[in-house]
């Protein structure tokens, strides 16, 4: 398969994007947290994505993309986008420690990117920003009781492969470029998934095991992600 594992380019971005917007287009959270399907700008969407993607790199945060090496004829992808997985990483962050200035200065540059998009969009795009806050909440409870380990974690944000090439290999090379990065330094990772079946099972099998679930709850719909970490198969 002409398909290699790849640092994330800021050429890669748009393919990027459209193929995380492809597999999580049956995401619960997804569906959740943009629960007015008529107010859902996916133009909105994905500037939003692109501008966290700039963030990501300009953090250096370990991203990695699953594409078709430059020289794979265009008629020979069968997907309409040379990106078929990707998988996005925050690195660890020890919590007593402050946040790096460049970082801090990386968020305010995102703050304004997306008040840009704000202003371009006429809004969040169908965001409901009431539960986003809400899911944030949550999360950052969960964080502080299952977070116990002081130097921080390797935090998987986001991992997608296009649903024609699942189940081949491509989500476990995505995962271990990082993965084993954390069992050379001695370090966990971490992720979130709003999806039971079959993620709980791939994740388990690439070594996570389950820890805690987040669970938000606005009137009468819940959305529940499951939290599991990995621990490093060899300490540093
Ligand atoms: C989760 C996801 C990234 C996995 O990618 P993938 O390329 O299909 O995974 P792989 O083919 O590398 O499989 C990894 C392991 O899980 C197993 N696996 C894959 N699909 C499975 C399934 N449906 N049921 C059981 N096991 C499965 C594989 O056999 C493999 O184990 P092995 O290496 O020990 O044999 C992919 O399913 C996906 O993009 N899903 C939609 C988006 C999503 O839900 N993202 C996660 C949100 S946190």
């Known amino acids: 398969m002409a398909i290699e594992i790849l640092p994330l380019t ?22 959740w947290v943009f629960n007015n399907k008529s107010g859902f700008n996916i133009h909105r969407n994905a500037a939003s994505l692109a501008a966290h993607f700039l963030y990501g790199l300009s953090c250096n945060e ?13 008629d020979k992808i069968p997907t309409d986008s040379p990106v078929v997985g990707v998988c996005w990483w925050y690195s660890p962050q020890p919590p007593s420690e402050p946040v790096p200035w460049s970082v801090w ?8 990117r997306q008040l840009y998009n704000n202003i ?22 969960t964080h ?4 116990t380990d002081p130097r921080g974690y390797y935090f998987c944000n ?14 476990r090379k995505l995962v271990e470029v990082v993965s084993q990065q954390a069992d050379r330094e001695g370090m966990p990772c971490y992720l ?6 079959p993620n709980l099972i791939i994740y388990e099998k690439l070594g996570f095991e389950m820890v805690s679930e987040i669970e938000c709850v606005d009137g009468k719909d819940k959305c529940k992600l ?6 490093p198969k060899i300490k540093a």
């Open 10 to 31: 800021k050429e890669d971005i748009p393919s990027a994007v459209a193929c995380i917007q492809k597999a999580f287009a049956d995401d619960p959270y997804f569906h």
């Open 62 to 74: 370990p991203i990695f993309v699953a594409k078709y090496t430059t020289n794979t004829p265009r």
């Open 105 to 112: 200065a990386q968020d305010w540059i995102l703050s304004f």
């Open 120 to 141: 371009r969009f006429g809004g969040r795009g169908g965001l409901n920003v009431r539960r986003y806050w809400l899911w944030k909440a949550r999360q950052q409870e």
């Open 144 to 147: 502080d009781r299952v977070w």
């Open 158 to 171: 986001v991992i997608a492969v296009d649903s024609s090439m699942r189940g081949m290999g491509l989500g």
């Open 192 to 197: 979130e998934s709003s999806k039971g079946f």
């Open 226 to 231: 499951y939290c599991m970490i990995r621990q």
